[in-house]
């Protein structure tokens, strides 16, 4: 093959498989970086309320229970405890209106829920005003019981049904799944050849030209080495993420499955508000610390047309200095 046409054909094949590096490694590592923001701005506080208001219901019956068991009772109903965690509940579940991650499913959802919780208030306010007749009180607290701890269709397991949907959109945006995985590789794998074909390039010219060795092509194989350092920065990124995911299971699995049963302790619940403040600001910490690499995908374009300056001046010049013909 004449020395020109080979020239050509080597400035066209390093542009090409660039732009490839280039796009590929953009790709996967945006899709890294764009996971944080929104595991911390949308997943997390949606998982994280619903724990609250889950905390909360538990506290408010808790409470009612003990009043109830106290054998006082008022014209007001159950007392302050009560009255302050059912606040906190329904408060609860209005954020989770407006947070929730489950689509259609979580509105569906939460719109039980919100249904079901005034039939339990209504309830307890039943069960206080007939405290003093003994069955009757018992009975309605025991109605209450059941529309908040019954299984499967109870107000906590269709809470907990939401929250598994919620935890499936975080495995979703934290779990490095198959596709992640194969983005990775394919970046990975259009690095490699980049870097083969410019040290197959290099050869080339050295058989050809006297020139040792062409400074920009080694300039643009010393840039193709700090890509190394966007992928430390995924790496780190998806170490945090999945992190993040643990913090917040852990909450969820605190929770899991509890009732309101005896021998059931408000510090048991103090312990769960604890662990959903901490998991709260771990997670947002966490999220926040990847935020500085989100220049990452600049940093690579530029490396991307960096290298092909270099190749293209790297060849270009002998283009210009020699005629041969093909």
């Avoid at 408010?60 to 009255?83: I, K, N, P, V």
């Amino acid at each position: 093959m004449g020395t020109r046409r080979l020239l050509r054909l080597q400035l066209g094949v390093l542009l090409a498989l660039t732009a490839v590096a280039s796009v590929a490694l953009s790709a996967a590592y945006d899709d890294t970086h764009r996971r944080p923001g929104a595991v911390r701005d949308r997943i997390a506080p949606a998982v994280l309320e619903v724990a609250a208001a889950r905390t909360a219901l538990m506290s408010a019956h808790l409470a009612a229970r003990d009043h109830l068991d106290s054998g006082l009772t008022d014209e007001a109903g159950t007392d302050e405890t009560y009255r302050t965690q059912a606040a906190a509940a329904t408060q609860s579940l209005s954020q989770i209106a407006d947070e929730q991650v489950a689509g259609e499913a979580g509105e569906r959802a939460l719109s039980t829920v919100t249904a079901l919780l005034v039939v339990y208030q209504d309830a307890i306010d039943l069960a206080v005003r007939h405290a003093e007749q003994g069955a009757l009180g018992r009975a309605w607290f025991h109605s209450a019981d059941t529309i908040l701890n019954r299984r499967e269709t109870g107000i906590l397991a269709r809470l907990d049904e939401l929250q598994d949907d919620q935890l499936r959109k975080l495995s979703e945006q934290t779990v490095f799944t198959g596709p992640r995985r194969t983005a990775w590789e394919s970046a990975a794998a259009a690095l490699a050849v980049l870097a083969v074909a410019l040290a197959v390039v290099q050869w080339q010219l050295n058989e050809r030209f006297p020139q040792r060795l062409n400074p920009c092509l080694l300039a643009a194989c010393l840039i193709l080495l700090a890509s190394v350092k966007p992928v430390t920065w995924a790496q780190g990124t998806q170490r945090l993420l999945e992190g993040a995911r643990e913090e917040l299971v852990e909450v969820v699995d605190r929770q899991s499955g509890v009732r309101v049963g005896e021998g059931f302790r408000e510090e048991e619940l103090d312990e769960t508000r604890a662990a959903t403040a901490d998991a709260l600001e771990e997670v947002t910490r966490a999220m926040d610390a990847t935020a500085d690499r989100g220049t990452g995908v600049a940093v690579i374009v530029a490396g991307g047309f960096a290298v092909a300056a270099l190749s293209l001046a790297g060849l270009q010049r002998h283009l210009s200095q020699y005629r041969f013909r093909s």
